[in-house]
Every structure is written in C-alpha cells, then in structure tokens.
C-alpha cells in the first residue's frame, strides 16, 4: 500500500504488536513515538479484559508510551452491556470487575466468596486463572435462572514469549456448552467494540482509520466491522501472511509504520 495521506488513527492491538506477555516487541515503542509525530491518533485496542485501565496505562508506561485516555479494552465494551442496580456474576479478573462495578452494578466474584446464592441479571466473562468447576457451576446456575450471558472476547488463546495459552474464548465456551446458550461477545472483532471506539473517536471515518493486529479472525475482522485498512504484523499469533487477506503486511509493527506514514 502506498502511504495513507487520509491516515488520522491506528487503532493498535497490544498483545503480538506492542508486546508479548508486556516484554516489547523490537521496533514498537518508536513506532508509536512516529505514528504520533506525523499527526496520527492511535487507539490502543485490546482485548484484554484482565487488566485494569491503570494496570494498562502503567504497562505501556514502562516501554515508553504515554496511554492514558487511549486504552480501549473487551472489558470496557463489555460493561456496556450491564445497567445501573443491575446484579452480576463478574467470571473475570481485575479489569473486568473494575469497569461491571464503574456502571453501578452490584458484582458478585465466585472465587472470593464462599458461595453464589441469589438470582443475577448477567454474567459477564473473562480470562481469568482461577476458573474451576465451581466456577462454572455458578455461572450454570446463573445463566439457567434468567441472567444474560455476557463474553469480553472470544479469543481462544493468548500469546505470550513462550507460547499460547488459554484466552478467554476458551472459559466463555465451556460456560456456553454447559448452559447452551450462546452469549452476547462485545470485543474484537463485534460490533459492540466498534460502537465503542466510534464513540471515543467521533468524526474520524473508517476510510481514516487502519487497524494494527496480529490475529486475522480478531484484527481481521474488526477491520472489516468498522469498515477501515487491516494492517497485519507477523510478531504474534500469525507468522505468515500467505493466503491472508491485509491492505498491509509487515514483520512488526515498525515495519507497518514503513509503509503507512
């Protein structure tokens, strides 16, 4: 692709393009400082729902990128999906519990009481390790009394310096087998995360905007829900770009500032 004069934001998946498991990926961190320099926005969007919005901005902090106002999160998308007064089984970690608890709602952990007792209106999931049998328990029992089924991401795994390990995704689709019933997925690639970032940058129009990922069934097709540039980089999940469909392909996220800017 030659350079995209109409460039204003990247929106830049973190995990395989900033960095894996927070230990940077060469290139990243000037990369970003140029994007910058050059007038454009960019929109760190993740779907982790793990960490909070200051365990976020903390870790991009210490590879030398300034984020606060500019991590948007599965966890925060998923919040959007949870009222005021509502009552939530949060099958989660700390980033998603922060952001159910910031819409009003009364959350309820599974791994930090001794019993789930009561009826909920949702149940909201996410990675978390301390998922168990009990967990998914509670969350059948929730589920099969009424509560909605909420997912952060659907993503299967999560790369890390040595190797896969289970996403999200993966905890979301026992809880959806055991309940059979499929649940309502807010992050990339779904259109609740795009919702969400049209809002956070109004007025900038898709044909302005390039998504930056390393997963083509996420990035890919968050690309294709908002409608912008797909820019692919072979640092994370996908180390080739045979057969793959991209407006941009580099071997990082450097190599993709390269062409663009």
Not at 52 to 77: C, F, K, N, P, Y
Not at 159 to 185: D, F, M, N, Q
């Amino acid at each position: 692709m030659s350079k995209m004069n109409s460039l204003k934001t990247v929106l830049c998946d973190l995990d395989g393009v900033i960095w894996l498991a927070h230990e940077p990926i060469d290139g990243s961190t000037d990369a970003i400082r140029r994007l910058r320099e050059n007038g454009i926005r960019v929109l760190f969007v993740t779907n982790n729902s793990f960490s909070t919005r200051a365990q976020q901005h903390a870790a991009l902090e210490r590879v030398g990128i300034a984020a606060e106002g500019h991590v948007v999160t599965s966890a925060m998308a998923a919040s959007t999906h949870i009222s005021q007064g509502e009552r939530v089984l949060v099958c989660g970690g700390e980033g998603l519990i922060e952001e159910v608890t910031h819409r009003g709602a009364e959350v309820v952990v599974p791994y930090r009481v001794d019993s789930v007792v009561g009826d909920f209106d949702a149940v909201v999931v996410g990675f978390h390790r301390e998922f168990n049998f009990d967990i998914l328990s509670a969350a059948l029992t929730a589920v099969r009394g009424g509560a909605r089924l909420i997912g952060s991401n659907s993503d299967p795994t999560y790369p890390t310096p040595h190797g896969p390990i289970p996403g999200g995704g993966s905890i979301l689709a026992a809880i959806e087998h055991a309940t059979g019933v499929k649940a309502i997925v807010t992050g990339k690639p779904h259109q609740p995360m795009a919702d969400l970032v049209a809002s956070l940058d109004p007025g900038v129009g898709a044909h302005e905007m390039m998504m930056v990922g390393d997963v083509v069934s996420t990035d890919g097709a968050f690309a294709r829900t908002l409608g912008c540039a797909f820019g692919l980089v072979l640092s994370g999940m996908t180390s080739s770009p045979e057969g793959i469909d991209a407006d941009v392909v580099g071997a990082n996220l450097a190599a993709i500032v390269d062409q663009v800017v």
